[in-house]
Nanobody, 123 residues
């Protein structure tokens, strides 16, 4: 069964950096696009970033564009999110999600998400 395990969350100062990593198993990782999403308690889930199966194209929400970088290592079955220039509004629980196919999809089409890792940006 699909398993997605996020790690790397923690506390960072505004302007700081943090790198999240998602370890995937239970499916042929290299055949699927991967995504990152985030959620603040009581608020709507927000799609953050996506990457195609071979890493050829990447996509970002406007809120993180220019500050976050998504990457993947198909040999290790991992996808990462390098976050820089962090802002307090980036505080959320971050989740790794498996896409339904090789290319980008709508948020509702991403049905497999991990348990998440907490990111807190504060002074």
């Amino acid at each position: 069964q699909v398993q997605l395990v996020e790690s790397g969350g923690g506390l960072a100062q505004p302007g700081g950096s943090l790198k999240l990593t998602c370890a995937a198993s239970g499916f042929t990782f290299s055949n699927y696009a991967m995504n990152w999403g985030r959620q603040v308690p009581g608020k709507a889930f927000e799609w953050v970033s996506g990457i195609e199966d071979d890493g050829s194209d990447t996509y970002y929400a406007d809120s993180v564009k220019g500050r976050f970088t998504i990457s993947r290592d198909n040999a290790k079955n991992t996808v990462s999110l390098q976050m820089s220039s962090l802002k307090p509004e980036d505080t959320a629980r971050y989740y790794c999600g498996k896409g339904p196919g090789t290319s980008r999809s709508t948020l509702l089409e991403i049905t497999n998400w991990g348990q998440g890792t907490q990111v807190t940006v504060s002074s």
